[in-house]
């Protein structure tokens, strides 16, 4: 079983910029694709990008393309979001997920995805 960190959460100002990151306990992180999700208070978890296990491709929810990049650094286990031009409704608990190495489903299925990190809060205040 995987234990996935999430960090760098915090409240900023629309416009800013912040990274969160995700460190994997496994040393097998490099075989996983890996995604983040976020979560708004009475709201559904949704997707918001995802990068396959050599970091050649990634994908994005069609609400932060353009304004967020996916990263990943296999030597450390760890999986990076950095979000750029940060939006009010950027606010959300953010969710780094291991995706199933079986799932043939879009990346955006949640339900692909096998082990969550705790989450960490991201505020953006007008």
């Known amino acids: 079983q995987v234990q996935l960190v999430e960090s760098g959460g915090g409240l900023v100002q629309a416009g800013d910029s912040l990274r969160v990151s995700c460190e994997a306990s496994a040393r097998t992180f490099g075989s996983y694709n890996m995604g983040w999700f976020r979560q708004a208070p009475g709201k559904e978890r949704e997707f918001v990008a995802a990068?396959?296990?050599?970091?050649?491709?990634?994908h994005y929810a069609d609400s932060v393309k353009g304004r967020f990049t996916i990263s990943r650094d296999n030597a450390k286990n760890t999986v990076y979001l950095q979000m750029n031009s940060l939006k009010p409704e950027d606010t959300a608990v953010y969710y780094c997920?291991?995706?199933?190495?079986?799932?043939?489903?879009?990346?955006?299925?949640?339900?692909?995805?096998?082990?969550w990190g705790q989450g960490t809060q991201v505020t953006v205040s007008s």
């Open positions: 990068i396959t296990r050599s970091g050649s491709s990634t």
């Open positions: 997920a291991r995706r199933d190495d079986r799932a043939y489903t879009p990346f955006s299925d949640l339900a692909s995805y096998d082990s």
